[in-house]
Structure formats: C-alpha cells, structure tokens
C-alpha cells in the first residue's frame, strides 16, 4: 500500500513518468534509500542529508561520482554498485519531486552571522557570498546542490570536506571559499542555510 501512495505521489510531480519508472523509482528508495535519507528524503538524521526537493541533475551526478569513486563514502559507494545511469536519473526526479520542508534554526543569533556570510560573504578573508552561485534563497541549480533545508551539521561536514580538500568530485572553487572559512563562519552559515526553504 506504501509503494503504491508514494508512486502515485511521484506520478502527480511527474507526470511524464512512465508507470515501470515510477515503480523503479520506488523500489529502490524502499530498498535502499530510506534508511538514512527518509521516504520522502527528509532525512532525520544530521549527517544525512535531505533531499527532498534536490535538483534531480545534482542526486544523478552525485550518485554517478559516488559508484566511480569520484566522490568518497563507502556506505554510499556499495548502495549504488548496482544501480545504473538510469536508476540515478530515477532518484534524482523522485527526490527532486518532494517537497521541502522549513526548519528551525538551533540558533537564531549564529544564524544572523551566517545570513551576512551567505549574502555577502568577508570582504576582509576574501570568502565570496554563498548566495553568488547557490541563490539568495540557497535553491542552487542542476549543477550547485540545494543548500536551503540542509541540515547544519550536514553542511558543516561538508565545507570540512571542501576545505581539506577531501571532497574533490564536484566545484573546485569551493576548496577555496572553504578553506577561507573560519570555524565561526563555517557554523554560522551551515546554521543559516539550514533555516531556508
């Protein structure tokens, strides 16, 4: 009963699906991505993150880059080994097709911080603005994640990764901008972001 709300309710965002897709689509969530991402990629966990409302481009590349190896997790690389181009196009447009959810900020004054950070970056350390590549509103594009919604911690670990230069699969600019961060600043914006929608 389960499978068959939740491939109806993709059906309803994505309407050129075809029925075999939606049903894929599903089985693999139920299968796989549920347990640390959520049905409805609402992750409840902060070092998982959300993908609910995920540019469906960014989840298909991100999954590629995780069974090649381009980007590093080992729980992810054997959860992809046998999915193939076209289950991550899948995901990608079921995740893509929920819906996001606002959340409360754990603190509202570091959030203030951040949101100076993320709209305007530090003149003074040459961090450019967030906003300047992932939109005022942290939406990104199919090539820039989603930022608005993320859970903080999620973020934090992730500019962490971007700073020592851990993360290499995606936007090398990002090494920069991160390494330029100072922990407060790190905080302070991942706490930001996390209270967009």
Request: some cysteine; aromatic content about 8%.
């Amino acid at each position: 009963m389960r499978r068959i709300l939740l491939a109806t309710a993709f059906a309803a965002a994505v309407p050129v699906a075809h029925a075999a897709d939606l049903t894929r689509a599903v089985e693999i969530v139920e299968g796989k991505c549920f347990v640390c991402h959520g049905l409805e990629g609402e992750s409840s966990s902060p070092v998982f993150p959300r993908l609910a409302g995920q540019h469906a481009a960014y989840v298909a590349r991100q999954l590629a880059d995780y069974k090649s190896g381009r980007r590093k997790n080992d729980t992810m690389q054997s959860m992809v080994s046998d999915l193939s181009a076209d289950d991550f196009r899948l995901l990608g447009m079921y995740f893509e097709s929920k819906p996001t959810r606002k959340h409360e900020v754990a603190d509202p004054e570091l959030a203030q911080m951040g949101r100076f950070i993320y709209n305007r970056g530090n003149p003074y350390s040459g961090v450019a603005a967030c906003a300047d590549c992932h939109g005022a509103a942290g939406h990104g594009t199919d090539k820039l994640p989603r930022l608005g919604g993320q859970h903080a911690q999620y973020v934090e670990n992730q500019l962490k990764a971007f700073s020592r230069r851990e993360r290499t699969n995606d936007n090398a600019v990002m090494h920069t901008i991160a390494s330029k961060l100072s922990e407060l600043e790190l905080k302070a914006v991942s706490s930001y972001v996390s209270g967009l929608q």
